[in-house]
């Protein structure tokens, strides 16, 4: 199987600790391509036939390609950037049976706590340094097995099989050593950002897990790692963005931050940064409002966060007719109370963008007696609406720190991303054309 794309994938989770880190390998892998970077506290000069970016918090990205010539939509593909972790709380070292030092977090997200018992950790994000220029960003990561969660012993509780109620508070505090170890935990990132401690003035700090990611199965046809949610749509739809040709479309690349949280942020699909760079890039290109609401009615948004397989397990969790399974096609998402964006129009389109490169898609929807998950699609249209689906590619133990995913279908939305980016979607009366 040819899975190019899926060792890029790897090597990027392996690198992308944190929504921080993530943003910062995406900026980099376009900076190496031509793209330009724009700020949004400057003047933009946009030319038609060039590559731009623009971060927000340096945990959000929108790259955009201008085609030669008076554009006509935008092919947007949008996914995030965070993932279910632990954030460092201030004032993190707690003192803990008179013996030890542990960390002091708070959960971000909803994740499967679980999983991160006895598992090496670590701890990056992002630091804020004071200078002599003011005050600078700094990411930081260190690079060792630095801190573990430790489980408790079955002997000393003979139900845990039957079901653990964890508490946040008292169960999830990372260990960080004994009492030798107490004031030395922002030493320690001090050193790894090549900082003085007194001149770190405040931080984003979060546990990440050190395991790497890499193939699983007799053939490697499974990829496990942490972050697969979001990350695998985040760098496959790169992929397809970089690679594509140009269209009369303008080809947009969008990854929020915070949807783990709702999106409910300055950097979080919820908020005005699709509309601001859109509209920016509109009028530095000399069109007026008008051309750009007439725009959006030949654009459409790929919404690209991963779904649920049917689990070889838990059979009975899944919908009696719509049950996914890994390597068998990327996933269009359906929710009649519109959790999702998908309606009749914008799942044919996508089902045609699929079969143009020879694959499939398959279907998901919740079984009606249980409530499930949103994602970003519908909030980012409450500032940019457009025709827009809900589409994954399938996975195991979703908000596990540690998840299992397919090669094939790594490789299928990669390539369905390139043949989105390199088309137009026009609307003429009731007809919608792809070219």
Not at 3 to 14: C, D, P, Q, T
Not at 52 to 64: G, K
Not at 226 to 247: N, R, V
């Amino acid at each position: 199987m040819e899975n190019k794309v899926s060792k890029g994938l790897i090597e990027f989770l392996n690198k992308s600790y944190t929504a921080f880190h993530a943003v910062e390998n995406i900026k980099n892998r376009l900076l190496s391509e031509g793209f330009t970077p724009l700020c949004e506290g400057e003047k933009w000069n946009i030319k038609k036939g060039g590559k731009y970016f623009v971060t927000r918090n340096d945990t959000s990205v929108i790259a955009f390609k201008v085609p030669q010539k008076d554009y006509l939509g935008f092919n947007i593909v949008a996914s995030h950037s965070d993932s279910p972790c632990f954030k460092i709380k201030e004032n993190a070292e707690v003192t803990q049976a008179g013996q030890y030092i542990c960390l002091n977090t708070e959960k971000y997200g909803g994740m499967i706590m679980s999983t991160w018992f006895d598992r090496p950790l670590s701890v990056a994000g992002r630091i804020i340094v004071k200078t002599e220029k003011g005050l600078e960003s700094r990411l930081v990561n260190v690079d060792k097995d630095l801190l573990i969660i430790p489980n408790l012993a079955i002997h000393m509780d003979r139900t845990v099989n039957e079901g653990k109620v964890i508490n946040p508070q008292n169960d999830m505090l990372p260990l960080f050593g004994d009492l030798s170890r107490k004031d030395k935990f922002m030493q320690v990132v001090a050193e790894a950002a090549s900082v003085e401690k007194e001149d770190i003035i405040a931080k984003d700090l979060y546990l990440y897990v050190r395991q790497k990611a890499g193939f699983v199965g007799l053939e490697e046809e499974f990829i496990t790692g942490p972050k697969l949610d979001d990350l695998q749509c985040a760098y496959t739809s790169m992929e397809g963005f970089i690679a594509a040709e140009e269209s009369d479309s303008v080809a947009v690349l969008a990854v929020f931050d915070n949807e783990e949280v709702g999106s409910g942020t300055k950097q979080g699909a919820l908020s005005t940064m699709m509309y601001d760079t859109l509209t920016r890039m509109n009028r530095a290109l000399g069109f007026d409002e008008e051309y750009y609401l007439r725009a959006l009615t030949n654009s459409f948004m790929i919404s690209a966060d991963n779904a649920h397989s049917l689990h070889p397990n838990y059979s009975q969790k899944a919908d009696p007719t719509n049950r996914p399974v890994i390597n068998k096609g990327v996933v269009i998402k359906h929710h009649a109370n519109q959790q999702y964006t998908t309606d009749a129009v914008s799942c044919a389109i996508f089902t045609q963008l699929a079969e143009a490169v020879g694959t499939k898609v398959q279907h998901f929807a919740n079984r009606s007696d249980m409530v499930g998950g949103s994602t970003l699609g519908n909030l980012s249209n409450r500032h940019v609406s457009l025709n827009a689906v809900d589409i994954g590619l399938p996975q195991f133990a979703m908000h596990s720190c540690f998840e299992t995913a397919g090669v094939k279908d790594t490789e299928d939305f990669a390539a369905i991303c390139r043949k989105f980016y390199s088309s137009s979607i026009v609307k003429n009366e009731n007809y919608y054309t792809l070219r």
